[in-house]
C-alpha cells in the first residue's frame, strides 16, 4: 500500500481538498437540482409498502456525499495527483450519480434510470476495489453509499414496475 508524502504543502493540500470537496458539492447541487420537484413526484407515485419516506433523503445523501468527498481526498493524500485511476473512477461515479436524479425526477424515465444507476453500481464496486489498493478507509468510507446505491436501485426497478405510465421509458 503506497504511503502519502508527509512533505505535502498546505497550498496543495487544501487546493486538493477544494477540488475533491468542490466536485462532490456540485454533484450534490447537481442532483438537488434535478429533484427540485421529487417530493411531488415521488409522493405521487404508486410506493412499494418499504419505499422510505422523501424527507429520509435529504439527511442520508447529504451524509453519504460528505463520505465520499473525505473518501476522494484520503486516497488523493496518498497518490498525490488527482488523475490517479481510482479518482477517475470517483469523478466517473460522479457524473452518474448527479445524472440520476434528472434522469428519474425531471424526465420520468424510469429504464433508463435503472440502467443508469445500475452502471453507477458498477463503478461505485469499481471505485471500492481501487481504493482498497490505496488507503483502506478511504474504501471503508464508500461501502455505506455502495449499500444506499444498492437499495436505491431496487427501489428504482420497484417504483419503474409499479408505475409503468409514469416512467415510461
Do not use: C
Not at 7 to 20: D, F, M, N, P, T
Not at 57 to 70: E, Q, R, S
Not at 101 to 123: D, E, P, Q, R, T
Request: proline share 5%; net charge positive; aromatic share 16%.
Amino acid at each position: 500500500m503506497p504511503v502519502a508524502n508527509p512533505i505535502i504543502s498546505r497550498e496543495s493540500r487544501v487546493k486538493a481538498g477544494i477540488i475533491l470537496f468542490g466536485v462532490t458539492s456540485l454533484t450534490a447541487f447537481i442532483g438537488s437540482t434535478g429533484s427540485i420537484q421529487a417530493g411531488s413526484f415521488y409522493a405521487a407515485l404508486t410506493q412499494p409498502t418499504w419505499a422510505p419516506p422523501a424527507w429520509l433523503f435529504g439527511p442520508v445523501w447529504t451524509t453519504l456525499y460528505i463520505m465520499m468527498a473525505y473518501s476522494g481526498y484520503r486516497m488523493w493524500r496518498r497518490t498525490l495527483t488527482l488523475t490517479h485511476p481510482a479518482l477517475r473512477l470517483f469523478y466517473g461515479q460522479l457524473f452518474l450519480n448527479g445524472l440520476w436524479s434528472w434522469v428519474f425526477f425531471v424526465w420520468h424515465w424510469g429504464a433508463l434510470a435503472l440502467i443508469n444507476i445500475l452502471i453507477l453500481l458498477l463503478l461505485i464496486a469499481r471505485l471500492i476495489q481501487s481504493a482498497r489498493h490505496i488507503d483502506d478507509l478511504s474504501a471503508f468510507l464508500l461501502l455505506p453509499y455502495a449499500l444506499w446505491v444498492t437499495f436505491a436501485a431496487v427501489l428504482t426497478w420497484a417504483l419503474w414496475q409499479l408505475n409503468p405510465v409514469s416512467l415510461a421509458v
